[in-house]
């Protein structure tokens, strides 16, 4: 299986911050990894897939690189909306595999 | 507008069955592979099963193959997860969710139903 590790497990940031999170795959995956939001008591929902393709109708201050091992994620200008914790989950094979989160906040 | 709608959980004895049902619309439902995430209280996200919009190929998680079974209804636009031998460690929100790019199995999930809380207790 290929396992995602995510870092931090926790940032804290002012309004307007830039703020990036890191995604490691165990294996290669390509470009084959996806970034989800979840807020608070809601379901997840996507924003990033294929590693930088940004998902229809989610705010350009959400970005997406990497290839191979090595993700990440940005948020340009943090909104207070932003408040949520975000997976990596790479869909390179079966079993499909998430990272452990990471928990931003607003400082 | 895409929506999911899953029913069916509830709390269980530990080895009893429950039977989930997630009902989707606004999109051919048919040509979509679909599947299920779940969540443990306070812990992160966990990939269980996924179907091919066919129903021609199925792929489970390790900890819940030989015990749950996803299935679907395309005439009836309606995503099904058989969950038997139910543990403690199966206490999760369950969620419906679609492979939106639509005909193969891409693993980009969205959206997701609201979720269903299943509970294995006695």
């Known amino acids: 299986d290929i396992q995602m590790t995510q870092s931090p497990s926790s940032v804290s940031a002012s309004v307007g911050d830039r703020v990036t999170i890191t995604c490691r795959a165990s294996?290669?995956?390509?470009?084959?990894l996806a970034w989800y939001q979840q807020k608070p008591g809601k379901a997840p929902k996507i924003l990033i897939y294929?590693?930088?393709t940004l998902q229809s109708g989610v705010p350009s201050r959400f970005s997406g690189s990497g290839s191979g091992t090595d993700f990440s994620l940005t948020i340009s200008n943090l909104h207070p909306e932003d408040v949520a914790t975000y997976y990596c989950?790479?869909?390179?094979?079966?079993?499909?595999?998430f990272g452990g989160g990471t928990k931003v906040e607003i400082k | 507008e895409v929506q999911l709608l899953e029913s069916g959980g509830g709390l269980v004895q530990p080895g009893g069955s429950l039977r989930l049902s997630c009902e989707a619309s606004g999109f051919t439902f048919s040509t979509h592979a679909m599947a299920w995430v779940r969540q443990a209280p306070g812990q992160g996200l966990e990939w269980i099963s996924s179907?091919?919009?066919?129903?021609?190929?199925?792929y489970y998680a390790a900890s819940v193959k030989g015990r749950f079974t996803i299935s679907r209804d395309n005439s009836k636009n309606t995503l099904f997860l058989q969950m038997n031998s139910l543990r403690a460690e199966d206490t999760a929100v369950y969620y419906c969710v679609d492979d939106f790019r639509g005909n193969g199995m891409y693993g980009w999930f969205d959206p997701w139903g609201q979720g269903t809380l299943v509970t294995v207790s006695s």
């Open positions: 989950q790479q869909a390179k094979s079966f079993p499909l595999t």
């Open positions: 294996q290669g995956i390509l470009s084959r």
């Open positions: 179907i091919s919009y066919s129903a021609d190929t199925t």
């Open positions: 294929e590693a930088s």
